[in-house]
């Protein structure tokens, strides 16, 4: 079955530090891969998308994510964390067709 | 600006009662999603549409009733019989003509039992 594992439901750094949420993903051909957010209480915001044009994919807030075939990943990094970076963040694959799997989130706790 | 609506953000509900959660987007998308989310379990899809008048089951359906009579609009009725129900709970939409299409997610219901 097509899946989405994040590696850790909880992960701290402080601020300033580098973000690094993991993601991997079980797919028999290069599928589609997405990073989102969510803060409390709300919808899901998309933060990256990869589609096959680029294994480096910018997204929104700072954030990237590298797509790596031969480890079968797409963890998102960003630089330097900021207080507002707090939330909880998703991988998502679309391995044919357009089912979503989602992962089951990562929260991130940036502490001042 | 375009995007999706949910209403109400927090519901309630009495035993044996059944409620409708409501989703209205306006970004022309063809299919629309309605996805359950439980601490630590991520989201899980209950029912989906990718064209009006026609939808599919998701992983958890049995409990949850939907429709699709206008390409707008994808009301979710959370039935008496499914005995679980309080959650959070998420539409979402995005464009069908093709893959890899990113879905967007409104800001969700929360819906609690009396």
């Known amino acids: 079955a097509q899946s989405v594992t994040q590696l850790g439901s909880h992960v701290s750094v402080s601020e300033g530090a580098l973000v690094l949420l993991r993601c991997n993903y079980s797919?028999?051909?290069?599928?589609?891969l997405f990073w989102y957010v969510q803060y409390p209480n709300q919808g899901l915001q998309l933060l990256l998308k990869?589609?096959?044009?680029?294994?480096l994919v910018k997204g929104i807030n700072g954030f990237e994510a590298e797509f790596k075939k031969s480890e079968t990943s797409f963890h998102l990094t960003k630089p330097s964390a900021h207080m507002s970076d707090a939330a909880e963040y998703f991988c998502?694959?679309?391995?044919?067709?357009?089912?979503?799997?989602f992962g089951t989130g990562t929260s991130l706790t940036v502490i001042p | 600006d375009g995007g999706i609506t949910q209403s109400p953000k927090y519901l309630f509900r009495k035993e044996g009662q059944n409620v409708t959660l409501s989703c209205e987007q306006n970004?022309?998308?063809?299919?629309m999603y309605w996805y359950r989310q439980d601490p630590g379990q991520g989201l899980r899809l209950i029912y989906y549409?990718?064209?009006?008048?026609?939808?599919q089951k998701g992983d958890i359906a049995e409990g949850y009733s939907v429709s699709r009579e206008k390409k707008e609009s994808f009301p979710l009725t959370v039935t008496s019989a499914q005995k679980n129900p309080t959650a959070f709970y998420l539409c979402?939409?995005?464009?069908?003509?093709?893959?890899?299409?990113?879905?967007?997610f409104g800001d969700g219901t929360r819906l609690s039992i009396l």
């Open positions: 979402a939409s995005s464009i069908f003509q093709q893959g890899g299409q990113p879905q967007h």
């Open positions: 797919s028999s051909v290069p599928p589609y």
């Open positions: 990869y589609t096959s044009a680029a294994t």
């Open positions: 998502a694959v679309i391995p044919t067709g357009n089912q979503f799997y």
């Open positions: 970004l022309n998308h063809d299919a």
């Open positions: 549409s990718q064209i009006v008048n026609d939808f």
